[in-house]
T-cell receptor, first 114, second 111 residues
Framework: QQQVKQSPQSLIVQKGGISIINCAYE??????FPWYQQFPGKGPALLIA?????SEKKEGRFTISFNKSAKQFSLHIMDSQPGDSATYFC?????????????FGKGTHLIIQP | DTAVSQTPKYLVTQMGNDKSIKCEQN?????MYWYKQDSKKFLKIMFS???????INETVPNRFSPKSPDKAHLNLHINSLELGDSAVYFC??????????FGPGTRLTVT
């Protein structure tokens, strides 16, 4: 049972364009939604995260949009650059003091063409 | 100044062997984790450890066991290695349930 569904599996965007990656979840107990960026041979690096009390969070060129009623959230990368080429993972977890790990989507392989 | 470190980076071993992967974090976090990333890059939680409380993903074989000598370390021991254990293993840490920071990974190859 996949609790966090991520799409698309791969994405090619021209330099300067907007990259959009979508995720959907079923577990209504999730209340923390991070995005991770992973380069080949490296560990996932936290990019940006959101909690469901806000509908949008922006950090530089990266924006998370969150739709609680639809149980969906998305990552937008504005002015995409070749250096953004990586695999992106959405994730979710239940907070509140437990020691549970993150539930990850299956990842999106993003290629930014120069 | 590495926040979460793992050793070794690569581990090649034969089926049936027992091996360990070490993890250390210098962030002062109280919770540590082990994740497995398979050949399709899917990341899956294996264990989380907080204040002597261990939470085990029920799908993890009992050949895998985490051991924490102190708050800054969570090592992963694997007994009787199988071909299907080949993967990249990531250690991570967080303060309670806040942001998790990942190590660089250990690529395990079982032949």
């Amino acid at each position: 049972q996949q609790q966090v569904k991520q799409s698309p599996q791969s994405l090619i965007v021209q330099k300067g364009g907007i990259s959009i990656i979508n995720c959907a979840y079923e577990n209504t107990a999730f209340d923390y939604f991070p995005w991770y960026q992973q380069f080949p041979g490296k560990g996932p690096a936290l990019l940006i995260a959101i909690r469901p009390d806000v509908s949008e969070k922006k950090e530089g060129r990266f924006t998370i949009s969150f739709n609680k009623s639809a149980k969906q959230f998305s990552l937008h990368i504005m002015d995409s650059q070749p250096g953004d080429s990586a695999t992106y993972f959405c994730a979710a977890r239940e907070s509140g003091g437990g020691a549970d790990g993150l539930t990850f989507g299956k990842g999106t392989h993003l290629i930014i063409q120069p | 100044d590495t926040a979460v470190s793992q050793t070794p980076k690569y581990l090649v071993t034969q089926m049936g062997n027992d091996k360990s992967i070490k993890c250390e974090q210098n962030l002062g976090h109280d919770t540590m984790y082990w994740y497995k990333q398979d050949s399709k890059k899917f990341l899956k939680i294996m264990f989380s450890y907080n204040n002597k409380e261990l939470i085990i993903n029920e799908t993890v074989p009992n050949r895998f066991s985490p051991k924490s000598p102190d708050k800054a370390h969570l090592n992963l021991h694997i007994n009787s290695l199988e071909l299907g254990d080949s993967a990249v293993y990531f250690c991570a840490s967080s303060q309670l349930w806040r942001e998790q920071y990942f190590g660089p990974g250990t690529r395990l190859t079982v032949t």
